[in-house]
């Protein structure tokens, strides 16, 4: 497992943005050697109620590149997110930046494509994302290389993109106190979760981990910054030598105990399109609702 291309003395800036609507971090991540940034799990602000959608979240970020001066070559997705909406296709319109995924989304597409009854005008081969990443692959932010992990478990397609000293781990860990991400969704496995946890855990222990997403356990504030020493000693569901079998237990049991997220629906039919809203046969936005089909 320690094959990986790390690079310690890379030490990238990295600003994280809170959506308190689902949760999650997005991060803008930039190069120390170049004005060069990568944008990670973007957010779209939806008021599913209304049926509205707006970018506040998106806006806020991109108002911080162009502050900075900076270059938005990246928009990485994790993974296809359940509980929000992702902003890709806003952000590159304003500043450009290729949009990339895991591989895998393909499967996703393939599961969610019937869910939603897709026609055959959804393509199920990943063509709405600009690149799709393998275990192992690499790219630069600027003269940062990045490489990627495929952390299957709480989806086929999830990944981890580790640039320098600092990793972004999706949803595979949460906070030490947070334990880890849920393994039911369609093509969820708590097994396959657990050997992706150990992958990141396999990373120097000084290594940065930044979360996806973050509930404040207990009350405590938010946060999103770990490392990997920290998770190993710590984390609740897999930290100081819990075994698999422990795991897939704990995990399973959890899941079940487990409501959908609120925005799954919304969230699905969007991001599995790299973000794009789906539209009706007029070409106006339309997301539908599949009864009794989750
Ligand atoms: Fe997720």
Not at 223 to 241: C, L, P, R
Request: charged share 25%.
């Amino acid at each position: 497992m320690t094959h990986y291309p790390v690079k310690m003395d890379v030490v990238p800036e990295v600003e994280a943005f809170f959506d308190e609507v689902s949760n999650t971090l997005s991060y803008i991540v930039t190069d120390p050697a170049t004005k060069a940034c990568a944008i990670v799990d973007s957010v779209m602000d939806i008021d599913y109620a209304a049926g509205r959608i707006t970018s506040d979240h998106a806006d806020r970020m991109i108002g911080m590149i162009e502050e900075r001066g900076l270059t938005l070559e990246w928009i990485i997705e994790t993974h296809v997110h359940a509980d929000h909406l992702s902003a890709a296709p806003y952000i590159q319109e304003r500043l450009g930046g290729k949009i990339g995924v895991g591989e895998k989304i393909i499967e996703v597409q393939d599961v969610f494509g019937k869910v939603f009854n897709e026609g055959t005008e959804f393509q199920r081969d990943g063509s709405q994302f600009d690149r799709l990443f393998t275990d192992g692959d690499t790219y630069r932010i600027g003269d940062m290389e990045v490489f990627v992990i495929a952390t299957p478990g709480h989806t086929p397609a999830c990944m981890v993109h580790v640039m320098g000293n600092a990793a972004f781990v999706g949803d595979t860990l949460f906070m030490p106190d947070g334990g880890s991400a849920r393994a039911d969704f369609p093509g969820g496995d708590a097994g396959e979760l657990y050997d992706s946890i150990m992958k990141v855990l396999s990373l120097p222990g000084e290594m940065r981990l930044f979360m996806c997403h973050d509930y404040g356990p207990g009350g405590r504030d938010i946060q999103w910054e770990t490392t990997v020493a920290e998770e190993k000693a710590n984390n609740i569901h897999v930290g100081s030598g819990k075994t698999r079998e422990e795991f897939i237990q704990f995990r399973t049991e959890r899941d079940a105990q487990l409501s959908m997220p609120k925005l799954i629906i919304p969230s699905l039919q969007v991001n599995m399109r790299a973000g794009e809203i789906p539209t009706d046969d007029d070409g106006n936005p339309m997301l539908k609702v599949p009864v009794n089909g989750l």
